[in-house]
């Protein structure tokens, strides 16, 4: 089975620190995402990445940045971090053949103080 | 841009009951991909089902299975039997081809209650 692994499963963090969430994937998969989730508003793409230091932003790109060195390692990384980051963190993999699905970490619960 | 709309934000069902929670879509694409995913509260994102557009066979995965309607832009999932552990979110994606970008919509929180 394919694991995604998020570093941290909840996050406290001051506004204005530079934070980082981590995720590891073991499965090969060329393809990696972040998404942030929020009540009433679902899943929304932040940024991607289709291969080792290639990105693409998402929708909601603005206040953060992504880090991908190594094929198996997607970083989020929110430069100065603020109350309204506060968020469910989601990352995802999937092979870019047409039907395969994402597979998604356990989620980063941030909290921006 | 592509939408998707989950119409319904809560829904309830008992036991061995069956339910149907909605979805649809909003596109110009003739070529895309569906997906159902199930988010208990363990947080933990599961794929539930997925279809093809160009399949006119609705697919089914055991106590699971989707009423897509192209025409109408329409991609609900049928609950049969449900469990307790059928408890969670739910939310409908919409992916079009040659994209790497799944489309959410906002969720259906489902309870299923003894």
């Known amino acids: 089975d394919v694991k995604v692994t998020q570093s941290s499963r909840y996050l406290v963090k001051r506004t204005g620190e530079k934070v980082f969430l981590e995720c590891v994937q073991d499965?090969?998969?060329?393809?990696m995402f972040w998404y942030r989730q929020d009540p009433g508003l679902g899943l929304r793409l932040i940024y991607f990445?289709?291969?080792?230091?290639?990105?693409e932003k998402g929708d909601i790109p603005e206040g953060y940045s992504v880090s991908r060195e190594k094929k198996e390692r997607f970083s989020l990384i929110l430069e100065s971090a603020s109350t309204n980051q506060t968020s469910m963190y989601l990352c995802?993999?999937?092979?870019?053949?047409?039907?395969?699905?994402?597979?998604f970490g356990n989620g980063t619960r941030l909290t921006v103080t | 841009a592509q939408t998707v709309t989950q119409s319904q934000p809560e829904m309830s069902v008992q036991e061995a009951e069956t339910v149907t929670l909605s979805c649809t879509y909003d596109?110009?694409?003739?070529?895309?991909?569906l997906f159902w995913y199930k988010q208990p509260p363990s947080r933990q994102m599961i794929l539930v089902i997925r279809?093809?557009?160009?399949?006119?066979q609705n697919a089914t995965e055991n106590r699971f299975s989707v009423n897509f309607q192209k025409a109408a832009k329409s991609f609900s999932l049928k609950i049969s039997d449900s469990q307790l552990g059928d408890t969670a979110m739910y939310f409908c994606?919409?992916?079009?081809?040659?994209?790497?970008?799944?489309?959410f919509g906002k969720g259906t929180k489902l309870t299923v209650n003894p």
């Open positions: 596109t110009s694409e003739n070529n895309y991909y």
């Open positions: 995802a993999s999937r092979n870019p053949d047409r039907y395969s699905p994402l597979h």
């Open positions: 990445s289709y291969d080792v230091k290639m990105k």
């Open positions: 499965m090969d998969h060329e393809n």
């Open positions: 994606a919409f992916m079009k081809l040659g994209s790497e970008k799944l489309v």
């Open positions: 279809q093809e557009a160009y399949k006119q």
